[in-house]
């Protein structure tokens, strides 16, 4: 039901606001039970779809959807999944230079004086604080033109902020005042060249500041802090879902376990029922936790649901009108930066994997969709690669592939000619990475996501 109601929105324009019916009549309309069409709206208000709106007059309602919830659930996933910093590290660097190339392309004048000035800002209060150039990147990130490519930015900007702040990860050793001036000069040198299109500049500056970090950023498993609850920080209610969740991953993710009652937790954290309830129902569409009624209830943990998070990915770049073009520029991105490090880290296990997965992938009927069936490929390369997030963010993206692929394309004559062309890139690539040739590796990746982007609409 929640899927078919996504459609409808997709297919109505996403008309935000709009009643899509009250409880009674989606209940008939669907003709399920109540557990089920409640089941179906946390799925839409987890995807930010649609939410419920109480009382007289109410129903549910077509949302408008939240970057900053997008990026929350992410965080979710990743804290159970123990995603690393090195990982969001290795990630981030590709997906940013693309960004700042792209922007230094596309810029006009207005966003290019905007820019530059909010360069010049970083530090302007004495030291430069953690979150100020993560603000600039992820400008730069809208400035790029992408919106898939800019999303990403922020999520692992946001990730990463977040495990710094709340004691999760540690700068070792700490930036001195002269490195964090030389972060704030190499800024605003990046942002000049932005400004300038010269996007060779630009990224060769983002580069550096990459270089000053990347080796220096470590996980702290073990002695995560929480952070202060501060009104300053968003709303309460986001602050104690946020609390509970790193007290979640501080006891590892303790799958079934009951982690207090109402009462124990409005103590606890001391926030009103209200509050707590709040933040119980974020942590219940975050797929965190949730609420068990009864003597023995209470907050109850549980495993965040994936699927969920790149449904919620896929409908939010629907939302914001990604286009084949974007599409295709952020999959270049991650999946050549995939290939190379799947190719540099190749062992006989991981060959051997991939190999398989290209007899597999040979032995389905030729007329399968190759823009479905085809996909799983893309996936096992991310686990030969060692990163998790590529492989969350190559899934978000194959997931927008198949309504892109041209009517022309559909046909029988044309299914076969896609597949089979698919099918032999990916047997070059396999045998590239197989071989650890990570620079024949990435050149056939390109060539064949370039082919690929003829039959997108």
């Known amino acids: 039901m929640a899927r078919r109601i996504e459609d409808q929105v997709v297919g109505a324009g996403w008309p935000v606001g709009s009643l899509l019916g009250s409880e009674g009549d989606l209940l008939a309309r669907f003709g399920i039970s109540r557990a089920a069409l409640r089941e179906a709206v946390r799925i839409l208000e987890h995807s930010g779809v649609a939410t419920m709106r109480r009382g007289p007059g109410g129903g549910l309602l077509v949302a408008e959807p939240s970057r900053d919830a997008l990026v929350a659930a992410i965080g979710v996933w990743y804290s159970y999944e123990g995603i690393t910093m090195a990982e969001t590290m290795e990630l981030r660097r590709p997906l940013l230079a693309a960004a700042v190339a792209l922007a230094a392309e596309r810029i006009g004048a207005p966003d290019a004086e905007d820019l530059v000035a909010r360069a010049r800002g970083l530090g302007a209060h004495g030291r430069i604080r953690l979150h100020e150039p993560n603000a600039v990147d992820s400008h730069i990130g809208v400035l790029s033109g992408n919106t898939a490519l800019g999303l990403f930015i922020d999520a692992l900007g946001d990730l990463g902020v977040t495990r710094l702040r709340g004691g999760w990860a540690e700068l070792r050793p700490v930036l001195s005042t002269v490195e964090l001036d030389r972060i704030a000069t190499i800024y605003r040198r990046l942002a000049a060249a932005v400004a300038a299109h010269e996007p060779a500049v630009a990224v060769a500056a983002a580069g550096e500041v990459h270089e000053m970090l990347a080796d220096r950023i470590f996980d702290l498993r073990e002695q995560g802090r929480r952070p202060p609850v501060s009104a300053a920080r968003g709303k309460l209610a986001e602050q104690i879902a946020g609390a509970i969740r790193d007290d979640i991953e501080r006891a590892g993710w303790p799958l079934g376990r ?108 030729a007329g399968d969709d190759p823009a479905t069936s085809f996909l799983d490929f893309h996936s096992e390369l991310a686990d030969a690669a060692g990163n998790r997030l590529a492989r969350l963010y190559v899934e978000v993206l194959s997931d927008l592939v198949p309504v892109r692929v041209k009517a022309s394309q559909r046909s029988a004559p044309a299914m076969t000619a896609m597949s089979g062309a698919a099918h032999r890139a990916h047997a070059r690539i396999v045998d590239a990475v197989a071989a650890g040739d990570a620079d024949a590796a990435e050149r056939r990746m390109r060539r064949h996501l370039r082919a690929s982007v003829d039959v997108l609409q």
């Open 258 to 365: 009951v982690i207090g009652s109402e009462a124990e937790l409005i103590e606890r954290y001391r926030v009103s029922r209200a509050v707590l309830r709040e933040a119980v129902r974020i942590l219940e569409h975050h797929g965190a936790a949730r609420a068990k009624r009864g003597p023995s209830g209470g907050l109850v943990v549980s495993a965040p649901d994936l699927e969920a998070f790149r449904r919620a990915s896929r409908l939010y770049l629907q939302y914001e009108g990604v286009t084949s073009q974007s599409l295709s520029e952020v999959r270049e991105v991650v999946e050549v930066a995939m290939v190379r490090t799947a190719a540099q880290r190749v062992t006989e296990s991981s060959a051997a994997r991939l190999r398989a997965a290209i007899e597999a992938e040979g032995a389905r009927a």
